[in-house]
């Protein structure tokens, strides 16, 4: 069993988006780990695993426009089964 049952991936689009910012505020505000946020000020990828992917998609959506968002269950996947 895994400690954390989401992994969230999404772009987000917007202006002046930064990396450092984006990392602090998930990693502060959110509990999950493996902890992704790459980009420019104009696109970021965002990764993270946590039991609360529904905080990361309403933060990230407050700084821009989100899209090309996955959402998967890594207890189905570690089971052989479609996450």
Known sequence: MTEFMFD????????DLSED????HISVNI???SLLSVGDESLLKIHYHTNEPWQ???YCA???DIHDIVVENM???TK???G
């Open 80 to 82: 052989g089964l479609q």
């Open 56 to 58: 990361v998609l309403e």
């Open 31 to 33: 509990v999950g780990d």
């Open 21 to 24: 910012q984006t990392f602090e």
């Open 75 to 77: 207890e189905r996947q």
């Open 8 to 15: 969230v991936q999404l772009l987000i689009e917007g202006n």
């Open 62 to 64: 407050s700084l821009g």
